[in-house]
Every structure is written in C-alpha cells, then in structure tokens.
C-alpha cells in the first residue's frame, strides 16, 4: 500500500518493522467536551486504514490516548463542580458513545495521561541527565537547540513557525515544557522534580513507548498537531532513545464550516451527537469519507443530505447484489470494479473514489445497465460494509 508520509512528503510503500504486525499511535482528544465532526473524522479514517491493513492480513496494535490532564479540564471542572479527573472520566464515557455509534472499532490500549505520571517524570529526569533539557525556576524545559533541534516534521521552523510564549526564562526560542509546577486547584502530582504537572508532548511519547516500544510504524493525527505537537514529540523520543521513534507520520486534513477549521476554540463546530439526531450514522460515516483524509471537507446541511442519498442508491445496489448471490466466481464486470476499489485503497486511502465506484456499480445494478453479468458483486458491498465500516442493512 502507498500512503503520504509527512516526514518525507510523498507517497511511499507501506512496509512495517515487524513483518505482518503493525504498532500504531493515534493522538486522542483532550476530553473536557463532546466530539465534534473533526474529531469524527480524524478517528474514522484511521479506523479503515486499520480496517484495510487488517484485511490484508496485517496483526494490528493500536494505542490511542486521552488527554486528561490539560488546562482547559481544569476549567471546566470547576464550573461543573466536579474533580478534574471526575469529568475526563465522563467525557471518555461520551467518546466512547459517539464512536461506538459511528461503528469505529476500538484500540488494542487506551492510555490515559494520568496514568503515566511516573513514567512521564522518569523521561524528564533522564532528558535532566543527557542535558537536552534544563530547569527554569520551577519548570522544566526542553532544550531544543541542543537536542539537535527540529526538522522531523517542520523542515523550515524559523520561517514558517511564530514562538510560542511560555512561562519562565527560555533559553531558545522554541524550547518547550516538559515539567510545569502546579499552581493552586490545578491538577498536580508529587515528583521528584517538584510539585507539578506535565506538558502535553511529554505524555504522547511516554504512552506511546510504553505500550508499543521505541519505534512505532505510524503515528496518526490532526494536521494542526504536526507543530508543535509531533514535532515536539519527536525531538523529545530523538533525545531520549537515539532511534527512529515514527516510521510514517500520518496527518488526516480538516473538516471546514463556511469555509473556516471546524474546532472548538473558534466555536465553529458541530457535534457529533448533534448530526446523529438528524441523519443516519452511515450518512455522516460516508460523508466524512467521501474525500480522500489528505483534503479538506466543507461540512453542510445540504452534503449530508446528499450523502443521505448516495448511502441510499448504495445500499439499492447491495440489495441487488444480493439475487446475483457471491458466486463462486465473479463476472469479468465485477472483477474490474473490485479491483479498482482495492486500487484506491491501495493509493492512499482513496475512499472518495471507492465510495464513487459503488455508486457507478449500484447505479448499474439496479437498471443503469441492462444485460451485464454482475455475479459476486456481493463482495464489493461485503468490502464497503468491513472495510469502510458502512453498515448497508442487508
Ligand atoms: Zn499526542
């Protein structure tokens, strides 16, 4: 299979360390508030790159995480009256909900940051000990320039990336926290490096080698999280192990509202829950994967409802499929288009053009064209059903 590596920008084979056994990381989300459609996407494309590769004979060891340590919990814990933990528990639940109903499968391993306090404070004391990161006061930093600086991801950091302010004495412009004191009712843990709490980066590559060892086959995320996120990420594993920490860097593209990100901090968002009370979970499942994940998706009233109907004329073939039976054989018409639909796969996930296909194909099926010979076809919709996860009713 070719898929787009962020680390290098092209399209490569897909061959993982371990032959037949794949270890994957995906960034969750910080759970202080429901998921919207761009959460949706990101975990449902993912979910049929698991699916395909998992079709294809490959073992799969997927580890996602929770933020569940973060600012913006704290918050919103005290608004709700609740420990911060206490409500990163219910909106785990929440997630939980949503994407059982959209018909994503589950991780191998949910990591919750919190667990892995110990683990997070033992790679800061070692980061202190090979002098790729230094204390400020009562936080520590990581040492970007010498670590060796960055580049995994973001190949011109100065042009291309404003500083991020953070608190305390830096000594290069891009350092970033690996250890940051705890103030009043925040989130904190005792630790040998002081009263405190963990920086977001810090947490990803601890649950990451943790449950999948020190090179992963792919990372999978957002692209708003290549910087500074994963970069930060990568220079923290870089520093720490000295080996390859991400053999290919997955990066899925936004879902837009009226022509902006769909995400929280804008407000410009829709819940999942939200669209599931007016179209089907397969309509919103089609629509998300009507694109390829690399391009942007305009979400509307209109394009759901649209994908409303194309689930429709899909599911009219699938039924058709079903009096011409799986064959033993497929007719050379049906051997064409499965072949096709495993080709875009095979290229980069194409599932916008797998999803065309089975329309041209139901649209066929069901009176487009006469006197064809479409025996097996029941397997092209067998695919779509375990493959993109669309459930067609049959
Ligand atoms: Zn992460």
């Known amino acids: 299979m070719q898929i787009f590596n962020t680390k290098v920008g092209w399209k490569e084979e897909f061959i993982p ?11 969750g989300p910080t759970v202080y508030d429901y998921c919207h459609i761009g959460h949706a996407r990101t975990y449902i494309n993912f979910d049929v790159l698991k699916r395909y590769m998992m079709a294809s004979g490959l073992e799969f060891l997927h580890v996602q995480n929770f933020t569940d340590v973060d600012d913006k919990i704290t918050a919103r814990a005290v608004e709700a009256g609740l420990a911060p933990l206490a409500l990163a528990d219910r909106f785990i639940e929440e997630y939980f909900r949503d994407m059982d109903a959209l018909n994503v499968k589950r991780a191998t391993v949910y990591a919750k940051a919190s667990d892995y306090i110990p ?33 995994e991801l973001v190949k011109d950091i100065e042009g291309s990336v404003k500083d991020r302010l953070e608190k305390g004495t830096k000594r290069g412009p891009f350092d970033f926290v690996l250890w940051r004191q705890g103030g009043e009712n925040e989130q904190a843990w005792e630790s040998p490096l002081g009263r405190g709490r963990p920086g977001w980066h810090t947490e990803c590559v601890a649950m990451a080698i943790t449950n999948l060892g020190e090179t992963l086959d792919i990372h ?10 994963h970069e930060c990420e990568a220079a923290i594993a870089k520093a720490l192990t000295g080996k390859t920490f991400v053999r290919y860097w ?24 939200d669209v599931l009370k007016r179209h089907s979970p397969e309509a919103l499942r089609l629509f998300l994967l009507s694109k390829n994940y690399r391009e942007q998706i305009e979400y509307s009233e209109e394009r759901l409802a649209g994908a409303e109907r194309s689930l429709e004329s899909i599911m009219g073939g699938a039924r058709a499929a079903m009096d011409w039976g ?8 049906v051997k064409e288009y ?26 066929e ?9 479409f025996t097996g076809a029941a397997k092209i919709y067998d695919a779509a059903e375990s493959i993109l996860g669309i459930r067609l009713g049959r």
């Open 338 to 363: 499965s072949g096709m639909f495993f080709n875009a796969l095979d290229d980069d996930l194409e599932t916008g053009q797998t999803l065309a296909l089975l329309e041209r194909l139901s649209w």
């Open 119 to 151: 683990k997070i404070v033992g790679i800061t004391e070692d980061l202190l000990k090979k002098e790729a990161a230094y204390r400020s006061g009562n936080t520590v930093f990581f040492d970007v320039g010498r670590a060796g600086g960055f580049g």
């Open 326 to 333: 799986r064959g033993p054989e497929m007719s050379d018409c």
């Open 220 to 229: 999978w995320g957002g692209m708003d999280l290549i910087y500074p996120h």
């Open 365 to 373: 099926m069901t009176g487009g064209s006469k006197g064809k010979d």
């Open 250 to 273: 997955l990066h899925n593209n936004f879902v837009l509202m009226t022509g902006k990100k769909m995400s929280k901090s804008t407000g410009r968002l829709v819940y999942i829950r």
């Open 17 to 27: 360390q371990q032959p037949g056994f794949v270890r994957a990381y995906v960034c």
